[in-house]
């Protein structure tokens, strides 16, 4: 979803009989998804929070306006969730909404154009940004300090200083195996 919106939660599956579901949150504070007010889905149907208990870490139980049995709920699940980006607060120094990072050029420590941030993810590891290179192929880096040294959003660029694994990948015989430097 696009326009300004800001991935804040996915629902998951029915929690009981009386219209609870479990949402998985990315807020901050997990709780702190109940005090944006409606949130959207990718639809454009609006969901206010009316109940919202933490289970587990950022896994939430919640109830919906409107949603008051299991059906209701279970026709709710895998939706994504989105608040408009100016309802959220400004993040810290050093920290970066995943949003904004998006459509960064990225340049080497020697100002080299390396390619543009085309995504943001998290696969439980630690963060990574996402950057497809001019020929189309696209480097997972971690988000780091050491790999990603400065990031200035007014000037849409990202620093990098790109791990030796990544500027030989592109060498590999037909096997996948490098090739030799």
């Not at 909404?97 to 998006?102: G, K, R």
């Not at 439980?124 to 996402?130: C, K």
């Not at 950057?131 to 300090?145: G, I, M, N, Q, Y």
């Amino acid at each position: 979803m696009s326009g300004g919106m800001i991935l804040v939660g996915v629902v998951g599956a029915p929690h009981g009989v009386k219209g609870e579901l479990r949402l998985k949150s990315f807020t901050a504070d997990p709780l702190a998804i109940a005090d944006y007010g409606p949130l959207t889905d990718s639809s454009g149907e609006t969901l206010l929070l009316t109940k919202v208990r933490l289970l587990k870490d950022d896994m939430l139980v919640v109830k919906f306006d409107g949603v008051d049995d299991r059906d209701k709920a279970a026709k709710l699940t895998r939706r994504e969730l989105y608040v408009l980006r100016s309802q959220l607060p400004p993040p810290d120094d050093d920290e970066f909404y995943f949003s904004d990072l998006i459509g960064l050029h990225a340049k080497t420590m020697t100002g080299e154009d390396f390619g543009i941030v085309v995504a943001v993810e998290n696969f439980g590891a630690g963060d990574l940004i996402e950057v497809e290179k001019a020929d189309k192929t696209r480097v997972l880096l971690p988000f780091t300090k050491a790999v990603v040294p400065h990031v200035d959003l007014s000037g849409r660029v990202v620093t990098i200083d790109p791990p030796i694994e990544v500027e030989v990948r592109g060498d590999e015989d037909e096997t996948g195996t490098p090739g030799a430097l």
